[in-house]
Nanobody, 118 residues
Framework: QVQLVESGGGLVQPGGSLRVSCAAS????????MRWYRQAPGKERELVAH????????NYADSVKGRFTISRDNAKNTVFLQMNTLKPEDTAVYYC???????????WGQGTQVTVSS
């Protein structure tokens, strides 16, 4: 059974930092590129960051470039999103996503809430 379980969300003040994690099981994690998406209230889900299967390649949305860092630990089947210098507009539910290279298999986590507010 495939599972993606996010954790680490919470309430943080503007300018603060937070790290969210996604623990994967039930599929060959080391072969899958991984992505973090987010969805704010009333907005469409947007891609935040992507990491290749080996971790050697990463890409970021312009809105988070220089502030967020995606990484992975293939030995622990876990992907991370380190978020620094958080802004109120980063408030959203953050979702972990796994997609096999052909794009024929796509898995989602349940999401973790990140709220940036003073």
């Amino acid at each position: 059974q495939v599972q993606l379980v996010e954790s680490g969300g919470g309430l943080v003040q503007p300018g603060g930092s937070l790290r969210v994690s996604c623990a994967a099981s039930g599929f060959p994690f080391r072969l899958y590129p991984m992505r973090w998406y987010r969805q704010a209230p009333g907005k469409e889900r947007e891609l935040v960051a992507h990491i290749s299967s080996t971790g050697g390649g990463t890409n970021y949305a312009d809105s988070v470039k220089g502030r967020f860092t995606i990484s992975r630990d293939n030995a622990k089947n876990t992907v991370f999103l380190q978020m620094n210098t958080l802004k109120p507009e980063d408030t959203a539910v953050y979702y972990c996503n796994a997609r096999n290279p052909p794009g024929t298999l796509v898995y989602w986590g349940q999401g973790t809430q990140v709220t940036v507010s003073s």
